[in-house]
């Protein structure tokens, strides 16, 4: 198998799309905040968004009115379940909101698809409120366990109740993050936390008195992966750095992102040492539904600002990427 990236051809793949999250009603002021993340609001709508935004935080903040919203979730050996949340948190709103205006996350939910049928063992790290998760956990050829790493208090306990509510027994929420090291780390978070992040040590940037319990990957007591999904707000070096053994020996196969570099950056260049390929992850073309994989080398990365990165180890492209 080739090791040089400039003999590697281009993967395309066929997925057909699953609406795993088949309904969404949320209450009136949480919906006024819904927006189309391709258009930047302008004039009365941009207007009426913040007023939405300011009265949704006075009533279900401020006033602490609940914000009672129900997904309704196809469940994998048939039928369905109700998931109640709190449509106060924006990470719901951002699901819901992509959700209305093209689809969320597309690629990457349909590379999961493809993948998960091959998988036995699913990583999800950054869960935030378990989209991927429960894609997981409801995939009809998926029979694996779910193992969700976040280091938000907040979404460990959405992501619980999330698989508690619809009976998600193959999930486990680990709850806490993971990192180059062991211990405690201020974190950074919005007001809904949505986007927590790692800071440093050093606590710059951190909100004031939150911390959040770190482990290496490599020190997790569970079964080892086949396959990662990795958001972690830049966090994801960190996160490689802390599983160098298991990377060398479990070899998963990895999709990442990467915000600067279409190279996947110092992350990338990490796992390339390890005996990784690196991919560029794009919607396909066509009337038929699909995914791209495109080889990255030197002189190849793709230009933009964010990226959807595959990382797969050399010589099990067959494997993973074979209809």
């Known amino acids: 198998m080739p090791t040089d990236t400039q003999t590697l051809t281009p993967v395309s793949i066929s997925v057909q799309p699953r609406q795993f999250v088949d ?6 002021l949480p919906r006024l ?11 009365l709508k941009k207007l009426g968004r913040k007023i939405a935004q300011a009265a949704d935080g006075i009533v279900h903040g401020w006033m602490r009115l609940p914000a009672r919203g129900v997904f309704t979730v196809q469940l994998a050996g048939g039928g369905s379940g109700t998931l109640e ?36 063992c699913f990583y999800d790290i950054g ?7 429960l894609c997981a956990a409801t995939h009809p050829e998926f029979k694996g366990t779910i193992h969700a790493f976040d280091i938000s208090d907040q979404m460990n306990t959405a992501i619980s109740h999330m698989a508690d509510t619809l009976g998600l027994t193959d999930v486990e929420v680990m709850g ?8 405690e780390v201020s974190i950074s978070a919005d007001r809904a936390a949505q986007f927590t992040k790692v800071i440093t040590e050093s606590g710059q940037g951190a909100v004031r008195g939150v911390t959040a319990r ?4 490599d020190d997790v007591d569970r079964p080892a992966p086949d396959l990662m999904k990795i958001d972690v707000e830049d966090h994801e070096l960190a996160v ?3 599983g160098r053994e298991m990377l060398e020996q479990r070899r998963p196969v990895i999709l990442f992102e990467s915000r600067i570099e279409g190279d996947g950056g110092t992350a990338g260049a990490f796992l390339r040492a390890l005996g990784y390929h690196i991919y560029h992850l794009q919607l396909r073309d066509g009337p038929v539904p699909g995914i791209e994989l495109l080889p990255i080398d030197a002189g190849g990365a793709p230009s933009g600002e964010h990226f959807n990165l595959v990382a797969v180890p050399a010589g099990d492209e067959a494997r993973w990427f074979g209809q």
């Open 85 to 120: 949340i709190d449509a106060h948190q924006s990470a719901y709103l951002a699901f819901a909101s992509r959700r209305m205006h093209g689809g969320y996350e597309l690629a990457e939910t349909l590379f999961l698809e493809a993948m998960l049928a091959k998988s036995s």
């Open 23 to 28: 309904n969404i009603v949320l209450p009136l």
């Open 240 to 242: 490689f750095e802390g």
């Open 176 to 183: 806490y993050g993971l990192s180059n090291h062991s211990g």
């Open 127 to 133: 869960a935030n409120w378990g989209y991927y998760t």
């Open 33 to 43: 905040r819904l927006y189309d993340p391709s258009r930047k609001p302008r004039g």
């Open 214 to 217: 770190i482990v290496r990957l």
